[in-house]
């Protein structure tokens, strides 16, 4: 069997692999086993070929680990608009009860709301920062 076809062999095993769990980093490992084989193609020696495949899918994993480094963390769902779209909506607080929440009319039914850390427990209208299990977290607009 030919270099350059058990490059390409191990190519599609990791193709596949990475299918089956999702990792990226394993597809920029194949990159790199297709360097192999074409290194294979162009007539290098089996040392050639591994480098070849050593420095492209080694770089392609450095870079893709520098790149996702570098963004910022995800946001939690509760707090994040595009996954709950409550977020950001406004909502009415007539009056607080002594134990720090209040209870609003929004979207058809009773909510309870609590105040957001740092922000005040009065009345008028408030933001939804986050949404906490069955409770809107509130600060004041």
């Known amino acids: ?17 990475e299918l089956a769990t ?18 294979a193609h162009t007539g290098g020696s089996v040392p050639a070929q591994l480098v070849a495949a050593a420095i ?21 769902a509760a707090s994040n608009r595009d996954v709950n779209l409550d977020v950001g ?12 929440t209040a209870v609003v009319r ?6 309870t709301v609590v105040a957001a850390p740092g922000s005040g427990h ?7 920062r986050e949404v906490v299990g069955s409770r809107l977290v509130v600060e004041k607009i």
């Open 106 to 111: 929004y979207r058809g039914a009773n909510w």
């Open 22 to 39: 999702g990792t990226f980093y394993l597809l920029m490992l194949a990159i790199g086993l297709a360097a192999g084989a074409l290194a």
């Open 56 to 76: 492209v899918g080694g770089g392609a994993v450095t870079g893709l680990y520098l790149q996702r480094r570098g963004r910022p963390a995800a946001q939690d």
């Open 89 to 100: 909506e406004t909502v009415q607080v007539e009056a607080w009860q002594p134990d720090g």
């Open 1 to 17: 069997m030919l270099d350059s076809t058990v490059w390409w062999v191990l190519t599609g095993a990791a193709v596949a692999v």
């Open 122 to 128: 009065d009345r008028g209208a408030h933001r939804v």
